[in-house]
């Protein structure tokens, strides 16, 4: 089965940059989104079209591609950046989505 | 704005049918496709399967054999359906909408379901 693979954890203190990112073969072909989610709540949807930032989402999350890596950027880290981080996508055929196994955010 | 909201009873036994409800307001389900998608306990998001504005369906490979999803047009609300549970399939259940860029930009609240005896 096709995978997207999500480092397990990141840590950053408050104000730094954050860097989460999402690796898959297919990822050059199809488009890759992140989704916040925090303790308890749905998702919510943060980036689109691998870099794209829905409207009311803080200037200071940003995505970026290169080859089978995508990236979520975190610019400014704060307190309430804590959180899981889930990149997703579809599988070879295109036809099937896929989740990463999603990242945790601490803010030291 | 569009509300999605799940509806289901919160305890299977294993074995049988979870079937869970999702109701969508301030939008009609007639447009874009409609997602469910699951979370164990402590675990990240898994994808069951979608549903396009015409009843086209796609699903996890892993689940195909035992799911299926479908809307009703009159209610304006989309179902899940996973036969055969067993405890592997305790999990918060979601529904979510899917915008014309592919991207999950709406999401109910989750229903967790509990298999067990």
């Known amino acids: 089965s096709y995978d997207l693979t999500q480092p397990p954890s990141v840590s950053v203190s408050p104000g730094q940059t954050a860097t989460i990112t999402c690796s898959g073969d297919a990822l050059p072909n199809h488009n890759a989104y992140w989704y916040q989610q925090k303790p308890g709540q749905a998702p919510i949807l943060m980036i689109y079209?691998?870099?794209e930032r829905p409207s009311g989402i803080p200037e200071r999350f940003s995505g970026s591609t290169s080859g089978t890596t995508v990236t979520l950027t975190i610019n400014g880290v704060q307190a309430e950046d804590e959180a899981d981080y889930y990149c997703q996508s579809t599988d070879t055929s295109g036809s099937r989505v896929v989740f990463g196994g999603g990242t945790k955010l601490t803010v030291l | 704005q569009v509300q999605l909201q799940e509806s289901g009873p919160g305890l299977v036994k294993p074995s049988e049918t979870l079937s869970l409800a999702c109701i969508v307001s301030?939008?009609?389900?007639?447009?874009?496709?409609w997602s469910w998608v699951r979370q164990p306990p402590g675990r990240g998001l898994e994808w069951i399967g979608h549903?396009?504005?015409?009843?086209?369906?796609n699903y996890k490979l892993s689940l195909e054999s035992r799911v299926t999803i479908s809307l009703d047009t009159s209610k304006n609300q989309l179902s899940l359906k996973l036969r055969s549970v067993s405890a592997a399939d305790t999990a918060v259940y979601y529904c979510?909408?899917?915008?014309?860029?592919?991207?999950?930009?709406?999401w109910g609240q989750g229903n967790l379901v509990t298999v067990s005896s």
């Open positions: 079209n691998d870099t």
């Open positions: 549903i396009s504005y015409r009843g086209s369906t």
């Open positions: 979510a909408r899917v915008n014309s860029y592919g991207a999950k930009d709406f």
């Open positions: 301030g939008g009609s389900i007639r447009s874009y496709y």
